[in-house]
């Protein structure tokens, strides 16, 4: 079983930043892409970016510019950097990894993110 666990979260002020962090549970090998997604009360789950295992890095159009998302030197790790926050950014973040030749996915339990206007 893949555990996620994040950390980060918190209560800022608009215009300020914040950075999450996923450890994986897994072998590095066995990770295809970590990745973020949101949930704002009341709204469907949103992407927010994704890491593959080539290196690359992709964001959605609302965050772009923003937040950047990293892995760390171990690989089963990934961070996001949000910078300019908006209270509209204000949401659960979820990690996520792909896992695996069947690229199961897995989530972590959220974190919460207030940005106050």
């Known amino acids: 079983q893949v555990q996620l666990v994040e950390s980060g979260g918190g209560l800022v002020q608009s215009g300020g930043s914040l950075r999450l962090s996923c450890a994986a549970s897994?072998?590095?090998?066995?990770?295809?892409?970590m990745g973020w997604y949101r949930q704002a009360p009341g709204k469907e789950r949103e992407w927010v970016a994704t890491?593959?295992?080539?290196?690359?890095?992709y964001y959605g159009d609302s965050v772009k510019c923003r937040f950047t998302i990293s892995r760390g030197n171990d690989k089963n790790m990934v961070y996001l950097q949000m910078n300019s926050l908006k209270p509209e950014d204000t949401a659960v973040y979820y990690c996520e990894a792909v896992v695996g030749a069947r690229r199961l996915n897995y989530w972590g339990q959220g974190t919460q993110v207030t940005v106050s206007s």
């Open positions: 890491f593959t295992s080539g290196g690359s890095s």
């Open positions: 897994v072998s590095i090998f066995s990770i295809n892409s």
